[in-house]
């Protein structure tokens, strides 16, 4: 695997995400009722499980979550990346439904603090994890035609995302936890 293959795998999951997140933007503007039960479900199935945490246990249930999901982003490349995909774009569209509704009961300088100082480390480890498993899915297909080793490559991979990826999300974590909640409070 070379750093060109890494960059164009990352560049096509950040392009899918960022077509399904305006996907989720567009949904919202067009019909307000969309956004308002994606909010309840991600307040219902999210939110509030994280609100009254302290945080530094909100830092690790962040880290837990967004790690799980990172790594189904890598290991669902096993699927030949349908799932690597399928996660990008759900992903996608639930954060583009939100921060649409946000935006128009917040605004956008809301949105910038709400997501900015901690999705500078969020956003890429996504984006990098969803490229290793499109990555992954290209080793089995050239394994499948005879052409490479996917085992090697799939532990290249794993190095790779342990590496980068992990180190992004603990600091995004920790940033999420201590620092976005007091850059909120001084817009809000």
Do not use: Y
């Amino acid at each position: 695997m070379s750093e060109g293959s890494l960059a164009g795998a990352t560049g096509l999951a950040a392009v899918l995400f960022a077509v399904s997140v305006g996907l989720g933007v567009v949904a919202v503007a067009r019909d307000p009722a969309v956004g308002a039960e994606v909010m309840t479900l991600f307040r219902d199935q999210v939110a509030s499980q994280l609100l009254s945490d302290s945080p530094p246990v909100l830092a690790g249930k962040i880290f837990i979550n967004n790690l799980s999901t990172c790594a189904l982003l890598f290991l669902g490349g096993a699927s030949f990346g349908v799932v690597t995909v399928l996660i990008l774009t759900a992903n996608g569209l639930l954060i583009g439904a939100v921060a649409e509704l946000v935006r128009q009961q917040q605004g956008l300088l809301f949105i910038a603090a709400a997501l900015v100082p901690h999705g500078i480390f969020e956003i890429p480890s996504f984006l990098i994890a969803g490229g290793l498993g499109l990555l992954l899915g290209q080793e089995l297909i050239a394994e499948w035609h005879g052409r490479g080793d996917a085992a090697a490559g799939a532990w290249s991979l794993a190095r790779l995302f342990l590496r980068v990826v992990v180190p992004l999300l603990a600091v995004a974590a920790v940033v999420e936890a201590f620092i976005t909640p007091a850059i909120i409070s001084m817009i809000a």
